[in-house]
Nanobody, 125 residues
């Protein structure tokens, strides 16, 4: 069982930056791939970024590539999402999610095993 708690959301002007954190419980955090997803009102939950358990490999959606950076500190059981050059279209609730050990790469939110409660990010124009 993995419990995830996000923090770091808030209100920021367009062009600004935020860093989201996701703290995980459990001793086997490094064996879980992690993803960040977001959901805007009236829209489906969408993939934002993915990182393997070791942190060596990352993937991003086209909409955030070059602006967002996912990273993790396995010693602290934490995954981060650094968000720069924010746009109003980035406004959403952001969720971190864990994908079980030994599973293949996935950007589909339905295939993740554990979820945080979400943190609101609002970008004003």
């Amino acid at each position: 069982q993995v419990q995830l708690v996000e923090s770091g959301g808030g209100v920021v002007q367009a062009g600004g930056s935020l860093r989201l954190s996701c703290a995980a419980s459990g001793r086997t955090f490094s064996s879980y791939a992690m993803g960040w997803f977001r959901q805007a009102p009236g829209k489906e939950r969408e993939f934002v970024a993915y990182i393997t358990g070791s942190g060596v490999t990352t993937f991003y959606s086209d909409s955030v590539k070059g602006r967002f950076t996912i990273s993790r500190d396995n010693a602290k059981n934490t995954v981060y999402l650094q968000m720069d050059s924010l746009k109003p279209d980035d406004t959403a609730v952001y969720y971190c999610a864990a994908r079980g050990p030994g599973r293949s790469i996935s950007f589909n939110h339905r295939t993740y095993d554990y979820w945080g409660q979400g943190t609101q990010v609002t970008v004003s124009s």
